[in-house]
């Protein structure tokens, strides 16, 4: 019989060598490792997942990710903005290897657990506002999307839900219809939950409007098609992430709020991408002065592990009633603990200083680089979420093709860049904070190169 109840070993954090902090290619991209892993996962894993870049990852470090074949990455993307702090951050791999030996799992809803409730009080302390704030802990961004309506839903009586043009929110049947892309997100998977009320958003590189007018185009939309009064909530990216990192007008968003607020509207934040210290602060609704009434967080705020968050306003997360919320894997011991770790690793090395530095390095060279390649259209963003919008020339039409060169230009040369937007034609950058300005220019030497070679 095997003993299942043997002493467990000693935390081991570590054996793997450590990973030097820069790009090395030494095969062909993938390399022979990796195209022999994506055989097999042909034959298993169906298309409807795909992979941007079928490199298999062997290890990772702060900013770099190794593949199996030994090629070293810059990872301008850190998984879409979840290794906030880096790869494998030592206080988030201690914090989560100590737990597992704990306890993994109990159920928050059966037998509850300290770290769920420090995770809440961090989220109510670093959220905008000092009003009394809760926190319901799930499993991803799309499961907080669809909380953070329920909840809204339960506190309004009303069923409406207002979202944006060129939303993301995710991939569930609610978060689909939520979303602005139909393909690939949601093509032949309906049908989809209703109520959903698309307004037109602000995007000032296109429409050219003041927050004001956007805010009022917004709103007159909505109380023309909907009705004010039939809406429980709007959901907004304060600044949109698939769609193309739009970052709204001065005004836009505040003008939003005070409608919400106004008309008795849950006004949602979806943070789950711009959030956890991404921008340079905690969460971008601060950069516009927003305290949203409910923030949704995920991505970035366990270190890697899966977690998410609705946090909002006492008396309206209040109104689900007992066992209402929650689910199996909710808030889990091992992702709260990594959470813990994030919020403490954020406090004692500043590293909402690292975002605007970041920002600030990576702003500056794409708009040296927009001097000479008038097909950067826009360069947009705020802190360690900058992108580039590239046009065909002397237009505004979308360049998807520049993208897709520049992004396999650079992964073939060891930088992993991101693209976006609702058109294809954005370049993202969504950093961690422990990526050094040396290895950032380094990377961007690279596009600079790409775009030489266009
Ligand atoms: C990624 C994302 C989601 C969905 O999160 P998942 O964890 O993938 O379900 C929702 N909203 C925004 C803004 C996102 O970037």
């Known amino acids: 019989m095997t003993d299942l109840l043997a002493a467990s070993a000693t935390p081991s954090v570590s054996t793997a060598a450590p990973i030097d902090q820069e790009r090395r290619i030494v095969t062909a991209v993938p390399g022979p490792k990796s195209r022999a892993l994506h055989e097999r996962r042909l034959a298993v894993v169906p298309p409807g997942v795909s992979s941007a870049l079928p490199v298999y990852i062997d290890r990772a470090h702060g900013a770099i990710l190794v593949d199996v074949d030994g090629n070293q990455f810059i990872d301008l993307g850190a998984g879409i903005g979840v290794t906030t702090i880096g790869h494998t951050n030592q206080a988030v791999v201690e914090a989560a290897a100590a737990q597992l030996h704990n306890v993994t799992h109990t159920l928050f809803t059966i037998t509850p657990y300290e770290s769920y409730v420090r995770v809440a009080e961090l989220l109510a302390e670093h959220t905008p506002g000092d009003h009394a704030k809760k926190s319901v802990l799930v499993n991803s961004g799309a499961e907080a999307v669809e909380n953070g309506v329920k909840i809204a839903r339960k506190h309004t009586g009303r069923n409406g839900i207002a979202v944006l043009e060129h939303a993301y929110h995710g991939r569930t049947n609610l978060t689909m219809a939520m979303n602005f892309k139909a393909s690939p997100y949601s093509t032949g998977f309906g049908p989809f939950a209703g109520d959903v009320y698309r307004a037109p958003n602000s995007y000032p590189y296109h429409d050219g409007l003041s927050g004001t007018d956007a805010a009022r185009q917004t709103t007159s939309y909505l109380e023309k098609t909907v009705g004010a009064t039939d809406l429980a909530c709007l959901v907004v990216e304060p600044i949109q992430g698939e769609g193309g990192f739009m970052v709204p007008a001065d005004g836009y968003l505040t003008a939003l709020q005070e409608w919400c607020t106004a008309n008795g509207i849950v006004f949602i934040a979806d943070e789950i991408q ?143 860049l991101l693209t976006a937007g609702t058109y294809g034609n954005v370049l993202r950058f969504l950093p961690s904070l422990a990526l050094g300005d040396d290895l950032l220019l380094d990377a961007l030497g690279v596009i600079a190169d790409g775009f030489a070679a266009l």
């Open 274 to 416: 711009s959030g956890m210290a991404r921008t340079g602060k905690y969460w971008a609704s601060e950069h516009f002065g927003l305290v949203p009434d409910m923030i949704l967080s995920a991505k970035g705020i366990a270190g890697g592990l899966p977690l998410a968050a609705v946090t909002g306003r006492a008396e309206i997360m209040d109104s689900a009633q007992p066992g209402g919320l929650g689910g199996t894997f909710g808030g889990n011991p091992v992702s709260a603990a990594a959470a813990i770790a994030v919020f403490e690793q954020i406090e004692a090395n500043d590293l909402l200083a690292e975002g605007a530095r970041i920002g600030a390095t990576l702003t500056k060279a794409l708009l040296d680089l927009q001097q000479l390649y008038p097909i950067i259209g826009d360069v947009r963003g705020i802190g360690a979420m900058v992108a580039i919008e590239l046009v065909l020339p002397g237009t505004k039409e979308p360049n998807a093709d520049a993208v897709k060169f520049l992004a396999d230009y650079a992964a073939q040369r060891g930088v992993l």
